[in-house]
């Protein structure tokens, strides 16, 4: 009796141990090769969006065992990915690479024979002060047998291609110094939009430029691929951008303002009473280092952006003295809105001292001109 009871606790500790064993535990994933499939919701360093039927796993800047970030499931809805100190030590914009759980499980000794042809890449800005709720999708329809091939040869600007329209969503990205990037598509039709990105250090700005038709409209291109049931497969796409956006004219989707202090303090800039802070969490600009805010275009459709938008309830300067908008240097009637067009870079000129009624605190326009997007010609 005492033999069977014996035997009967250790198969009921057996069962109770086998029952707690879901599969969920992440260091567990890690060690079999699929990476951390959790999603942190705190303490992350990218959210993603995966529209596709495969879970990925998904790498920084290039196809290393030292640059594996973690897993994401399939159909994973703003998953965190985790943050690493290691990886994420500095404010930067990156490909990020991702394989789907197959390829990397079949290719972990040699990563590096993916590197032409991963499952896709994502652009991505990762800000070390500021803030990174941005959610960058993966798209449906990646994952098939088809080819998309990407011809970007050059060595600074950075390309991806999206689904219709400029605002749409991103199926991939053919990075800067990578001269030929294959996507791997499902059968069916898109029309996509090459969008063209790069940080600008400088001005602390993600720049993001497309190239328009001659009617205004942002260029596109149809593709079809797969089987046309007539006896015709179409299986393989060249884009070759280097020839497709000769004599194209770029665009933005955006304004800059930059502020040219001529008091003797920090200033900053408010709209409708809340500081606008840079990509990288600045807020108070010096006379030395003047920052640069950009300022979105209302989307008129995922196709496009509108030419301006009214700005209401801005004041710049020193805090808690900051002052609304004139007229100009001479003219201190106050704007109660501002129209602000796209493709253009305003200076606005803060002079004055605060508290001081003989020198006042002015804030006004001083300059308007052409954000310059020639260097981002590809050829």
Known sequence: MRKRMKFAVILAVAILLFACDTGDDPKKE???????????????????RNNTNFKLVAFKGDLQADKLIGGIPAHANNHGLPYKPALFDKTEDFPLILLTEAQYNNNKNNLLSQKNTPFTRVYVFY?????????YEI???LGGTNKLRIINTSTTINVEIRLGGVAGETIGY????IQETTLKLEDGDYIVFPVFKRYNRIRDVVETVYPKRQDGQPWRQSISLGDFGNGTVVSEHLMNLNELMKNLVMTSGAAWII???QTEQGVRFL???TPRKTLTGREYTSTSAPLTWQIDMPKLSNNNYADSRDVSNWKFGPSADEVSLQESKDVNTILSTVTIERDKLYTITVS??????????????????NIDVSDFDIK
């Open 127 to 135: 800000n070390k002060q500021g803030d990174n709720s941005s959610v």
């Open 352 to 369: 004055g001292q605060a508290g001081n009624p003989s020198n006042p605190l002015k804030a006004y326009i001083s300059s308007t001109t």
């Open 174 to 177: 053919a990075p800067a110094g």
């Open 271 to 273: 709209e409708g009473g």
């Open 30 to 48: 890690e060690e079999t090769g699929g990476g951390d499939f959790t999603s942190h919701n705190t303490d992350y360093s990218i959210l993603v």
């Open 139 to 141: 798209a449906e329809g």
């Open 259 to 261: 502020i040219d202090n």
